[in-house]
C-alpha cells in the first residue's frame, strides 16, 4: 500500500478521474443547437491528459480514466451554460454531450496507438452483486487487451435515487471496483490548502495527509467552476471512501503540463491522502461503500465490544432498536452511541427485527416460529468504519 510519496513508484493500477472544469471549452459554443470544431472540448488539454497517460501505459501501468465533462459538452452545444437544469435537462445533455466527449478521447489515445473502451455506470448497478462483479471483471478483460476503459456516470437515465453524487465519488467506487493501488483526482486546483488559495496570499499547501480529520475537512471551501460540481469538499469525501480500502488518492493539478508524471515520480506535487488500514476485500468495501443502507440496528456497549475486539456476529440480544423497512439480505447501519460502527447484510427483515430485541438466539424460533441464522448479522457479512475498526482485533 502506499503511505509515502516514495511507495507511488511501486503502484501499478491507478484511476485518474478529470474534471469538467479541465474538460470543456464554453468559449467556442453559446448558441443552442451551434457545434464548435472541437465539439465544445478543450482538445489540447485532451490531447496532453492522453499522451501523459499512454506514457504510463507504455511502462506497464494499468490505467483506468474517470472522464466528467458529458453534461458540460451537452450545455455547450445547447447553449445551457451557467443555468439551473433540470433532472431531463440534465439527462438530454449528457445524451448530446457523451458522444463527443468520447469521440474527443478516442481520438487522443489513438495518436498514441491505445484503444479505450467506454463504461457507462449507474449506483444501481453496483448495488447488484452480480452486476458489481461483471463490471469487474468487464475491467480485467480490458487491462488483459491493452486497452483503457473510460468510465462515465449514465447521466442519460441516472436519477437521483440511483446517482453516484458526483463523479469523485465515482472515481473513488471505480478504484474499489478495479483494485487500484492509486486514485488520482485531477482538478484546477493543485492540491488542498489550508485556506482558499484564490483568495488568501498565505494560503499553503498541504502535501501529505495522514488522516482525513475534521480539521483537514473544514478546509474544504465550496467553491466549484463554472463546471464541475464537486468542489474540494467532495473530493476530500472520496479520498476517504478509497483510503479506508487501501486505495492512496492524490489530488493534483491539471492546469500545467507534466503533473501527473511529477506524482508518480515521487515529486512533491498536489496532496496525497495516504493509505493508514489494510485493504478491505471486493465484498467488504461493496457493503461498506457501495450498497444503499435501508435500516438501521440500535445495539448496546457489550455488542459493540464483541463486533470491533472479538470479532464477533451480532447477536439478537444485543440489538436496542430497530429503524427503517427492510427485507431480509438488505444493508443496514449499525449503530453505538449515536456513531455509525459497522455495516451489514441483515438475515432478518425489519417486522422481525422488532420482535427479536434482546432475545437471546436459542429463542429465536420461540419467538418467530422458525429460525434460519442464529446470528442477525454473521460476520462474513459485516464491515466496521471508522473508529470502530481501528479498533478491531
Known amino acids: ?35 464548435a470544431e472541437n465539439g465544445g472540448v478543450q482538445m489540447q488539454r485532451v490531447q496532453r491528459f492522453a499522451n501523459e497517460m499512454a506514457a504510463l501505459h507504455a511502462r506497464g501501468l494499468q490505467v483506468v480514466l474517470v472522464s466528467s465533462g458529458a453534461v458540460a459538452l451537452g ?19 449528457a445524451a448530446i454531450g457523451q458522444p463527443a466527449l468520447m469521440h474527443a478521447w478516442k481520438q487522443a489515445f489513438a495518436a498514441q496507438g491505445i484503444g479505450v473502451a467506454q463504461m457507462l455506470l449507474t449506483a444501481d448497478d453496483l448495488r447488484h452483486r452480480r452486476r458489481y462483479l461483471n463490471a469487474s471483471n468487464t475491467s480485467e478483460t480490458l487491462f488483459a487487451a491493452g486497452v483503457i476503459p473510460i468510465v462515465n456516470e449514465n447521466d442519460t437515465v441516472v436519477v437521483q435515487e440511483i446517482k453516484f453524487g458526483d463523479n469523485d ?12 493501488d492509486l486514485l488520482i483526482i485531477m482538478t484546477d486546483v ?12 498565505d494560503a499553503r499547501r498541504i502535501g501529505t495527509v495522514a488522516s482525513i480529520t475534521p480539521k ?3 478546509m474544504a471551501g465550496d467553491a466549484g467552476s463554472t463546471f464541475g460540481t464537486g468542489g474540494m469538499s467532495s473530493k476530500l469525501r472520496a479520498a476517504q471512501i478509497a483510503i479506508r480500502s487501501g486505495v492512496a488518492t492524490a489530488i493534483i493539478g491539471g492546469d500545467s503540463e507534466g503533473s501527473l508524471a511529477a506524482l508518480l515520480a515521487g515529486e512533491d506535487t498536489g496532496t496525497l491522502f495516504a493509505c493508514g488500514a489494510d485493504r478491505q476485500t471486493r465484498r467488504q468495501h461493496w457493503i461498506a461503500e457501495v450498497l444503499h443502507s435501508a435500516g438501521q440496528l440500535v445495539i448496546d456497549d457489550g455488542a459493540a465490544r464483541a463486533l470491533c475486539a472479538k470479532g464477533a456476529s451480532l447477536l439478537p440480544v444485543g440489538v436496542c432498536a430497530v429503524g427503517g423497512a427492510f ?25 422481525e427485527m422488532r420482535q427479536l430485541i434482546g432475545v437471546s438466539s436459542d429463542d429465536i424460533e420461540k419467538v418467530l416460529g422458525y429460525r434460519d441464522f442464529s446470528s442477525i448479522v454473521h460476520r462474513d457479512n459485516l464491515v466496521l468504519l471508522g473508529d470502530a475498526k481501528e479498533g478491531e482485533g
Open 1 to 35: 500500500m502506499i503511505r509515502t510519496r516514495q511507495d507511488i513508484g511501486r503502484a501499478q493500477r491507478i484511476v485518474v478521474k478529470i474534471g469538467s472544469s479541465l474538460l470543456a471549452d464554453a468559449e467556442h459554443t453559446t448558441v443552442a443547437g451551434a457545434v
Open 75 to 93: 450545455c455547450v452545444h445547447l447553449g445551457w451554460i451557467g443555468r439551473d437544469l433540470s433532472v431531463h435537462e440534465k439527462q438530454a445533455a
Open 216 to 218: 483537514i475537512m473544514a
Open 190 to 201: 493543485d492540491g488542498l490548502y489550508d485556506a482558499n488559495p484564490f483568495v488568501s496570499a
Open 169 to 180: 465519488n465515482l472515481g473513488a467506487l471505480v478504484s474499489l471496483l478495479v483494485d487500484a
Open 327 to 351: 427485507d431480509k439480505g438488505e444493508c443496514v447501519e449499525i449503530l453505538c452511541g449515536g456513531q455509525v460502527i459497522a455495516r451489514g447484510l441483515c438475515n432478518y427483515s425489519a417486522a
